[in-house]
């Protein structure tokens, strides 16, 4: 493994993903500000890496612990030749911190000179590897050897296409600048794990990637085996590796980067805070944010509502697409305006409002119809023709001055409370863990249903937290009073003809309506309240009802003007009722405006196994760089 490559450190992920996760959760409580600096990198002078190694030899006693994973213990003697000017206090040596995505816990024991005496060092943690500056700030020159000695575990690979685990390890890594005159690795086993051996092992030096093979030679001592390898002459870049293969079990894996929380624990703690916030603020609408429940019983009735304009009532309900078309038939019914069919017309253009009498209308109903024609007088006449842009936006600003007027009037109040806001950036600010979560798992080659799932059940979360995060404007308990008389409007429309009679024959009905029921008033009656049969999708049918008593009656449809009169009237108005609404006109456009470390690059080690050939240079673990300072 090459210092050179960078792999995502878990520690710094897990406080990411902590971090986050804990200021996610207070902004859906009470809202939270967070801010973050970043240490800029440290520099290494101009020409501190003009020098050379005559040699870097390394010792690495490999053992298991009582659980059974592999130890490490590494003695490196690297000898620098430094020139003779004053350019440089030491070494940076740069040891890799993981190895196949696992966290090899490097515990640095001394740095020493050949004599044993102590060399002042510290230690940093950058890019997934921990850096040891050696030295003071005296300058060094000629020959200067350091000894570093140190711990790692879980050193041990199991490759599938070797059928083995190998200890596949680079020796000095391909992030150095300097050449070294040789590179020797000594590899010390115990009695045990010698006899684990599978007598498999193959040597590699060149640069990342190289081919080219060195020599392993066995040797023994007193506490097992010594397998040696040597290349001479590396230059800068270059680096050797060895890979030692031992019976399958011979060591216990540690767990792998898929059993990692961070994709098996992670992903649900988010989703699940999606979640939470989703349903939350979900509750919060449905039980809290909610309409007023108004009287809960719902009474039949059979008359339009005094004080509501059928447009205003359309836009209390959130029936604003049908209020236009169902005002326009309020105005005829009334026979304040007369609805003019001309066949020969296109369709866009078909129907035309004439005035007839305003001064059968409620000041509400002036108004609007005030909005729609700028002049009033008998006569006068208004093509309602959707692709017209004027009209157009007539009704849009039409639209918002009723909208307005739905919460002017009392009839429904938006409530104030920065809870839909602390929720939404909660939601939104999940989205970085979630990022971090599924970057890492690409990164360590973890294939996740879960992990799959998680930016787009966050994406999905965060959009349905948009669409509620305004504050419903929610019915009052006027709003309430007047729907539920709308909803017993709509049960009397949706009554047979005989249950209407009924109820306009009952008590109440002759007090408000009238004592005596003939065809005439019900012919009136009916009128009155198309458009209100409109406003609740049963326009077709009242039509259709009220057409046959002009059908068998003398009353006719003198307020609207239609081909073939009263024998076709239900089609004529049904084709009216469909060919215009609110959202249908033309409008006018809107007009628009214009307007890492300095040891980062090289690549790592590598998923496939190396004992017994088809290895590579810097395809094992260990390895790193380093450098002068």
């Not at 102590?118 to 050897?145: I, N, Q």
């Not at 040597?203 to 990342?208: E, H, N, P, Q, S």
């Not at 002036?366 to 959707?386: E, N, S, V």
Request: aromatic fraction near 8%; hydrophobic fraction near 40%.
């Amino acid at each position: 493994m090459t210092h050179r490559q960078i792999l995502p450190r878990r520690r710094a992920l897990a406080a990411a993903l902590a971090t986050a996760l804990t200021l996610a959760a207070s902004l859906a409580l009470a809202g939270a500000s967070a801010a973050s600096a970043a240490a800029p990198a440290a520099s290494v002078p101009a020409g501190a890496n003009d020098f050379t190694f005559d040699s870097f030899t390394v010792d690495y006693d490999l053992g298991r612990d009582a659980d059974g994973r592999a130890t490490l213990r590494t003695v490196e003697t690297i000898v620098a030749d430094f020139p003779a000017a004053d350019q440089n206090r030491g070494i940076v040596r740069a040891i890799p911190d993981s190895y196949r995505y696992v966290d090899m816990d490097v515990q640095v024991i001394s740095v020493t000179d050949e004599t044993g005496a102590p060399v002042p060092y510290e230690t940093s943690s950058r890019d997934d590897f921990t850096e040891l500056a050696l030295g003071t700030d005296d300058f060094v020159h000629g020959r200067t050897t350091y000894v570093l000695e140190y711990t790692q575990r879980d050193v041990i690979g199991d490759f599938a296409d070797t059928a083995a685990e190998e200890f596949y390890w680079d020796v000095n890594g391909t992030g150095w600048a300097q050449p070294f005159g040789s590179v020797t690795a000594r590899l010390h086993l115990d009695e045990d794990l010698t006899a684990a051996l599978t007598g498999e092992a193959a040597c590699y030096v060149g640069y990342y990637g190289g081919d080219a093979t060195c020599a392993v030679e066995t040797s023994t001592d007193a506490a097992g085996s010594v397998l040696t390898s040597t290349s001479q002459n590396l230059v800068s870049g270059q680096n050797m590796s060895v890979a030692i293969g031992f019976a399958p079990g011979t060591f216990t894996q540690p767990p792998g980067p898929e059993e990692s929380w961070i994709v098996t624990v992670a992903p649900w703690l988010i989703l699940g805070f999606a979640a939470f916030f989703v349903l939350m603020l979900l509750g919060l609408r449905t039980f809290v944010w909610r309409d007023a429940r108004g009287r809960g019983t719902i009474v039949v009735q059979y008359t339009p509502p005094e004080e509501l304009s059928v447009m205003l009532a359309a836009a209390m309900l959130g029936k604003e697409k049908v209020g236009l078309p169902a005002q326009v038939i309020s105005f005829a019914v009334t026979r304040a305006a007369r609805l003019v069919e001309s066949p020969s017309e296109p369709a866009s253009r078909r129907y035309a409002l004439e005035v007839v009498d305003t001064h059968r209308l409620s000041s509400a109903d002036r108004q609007i119809l005030a909005a729609l024609m700028p002049k009033l007088k008998g006569g006068a006449r208004l093509r309602l023709d959707t692709a017209d842009p004027k009209l157009g936006d007539r009704l849009v600003r039409l639209r918002g001055s009723i909208s307005d007027e739905v919460t002017s009037s009392g009839y429904r109040a938006r409530g104030k409370s920065r809870i839909p806001s602390y929720l939404a950036l909660a939601g939104a600010l999940l989205l970085a863990p979630a990022w971090l979560v599924t970057r890492w798992a690409g990164q360590n080659e973890v294939s996740s249903t879960l992990v799959g799932w998680l930016m787009p059940g966050t994406i999905l979360a965060l959009v349905l937290l948009g669409v509620m995060y305004q504050m419903p404007h929610r019915l009052t308990e006027k709003g309430a009073a007047n729907r539920d008389y709308l909803l017993g409007l709509r049960d009397y429309l949706a009554l047979a003809e005989a249950d209407r009679i009924r109820v306009l024959q009952s008590p109440e009905g002759a007090e408000r309506v009238a004592a005596t029921i003939d065809t005439d008033l019900i012919v009136k009656l009916h009128e009155k309240l198309l458009p209100w049969a409109m406003l609740w999708g049963v326009e077709r049918e009242w039509a259709r009802e009220l057409g046959n008593y002009y059908d068998t009656t003398d009353a006719s449809p003198d307020w609207f003007s239609g081909a073939g009169g009263a024998a076709v009237f239900s089609q004529n108005f049904t084709g009216f009722a469909r060919s215009i609404g609110t959202g249908s006109f033309a409008t006018t456009p809107s007009e628009s405006s214009s307007s890492g470390s300095s040891w980062s690059g090289s690549g790592g080690s590598s998923s496939s196994g190396g004992s017994s050939g088809g290895g590579f240079s810097g395809g094992g673990g260990g390895g790193g760089g380093g450098g002068g300072r």
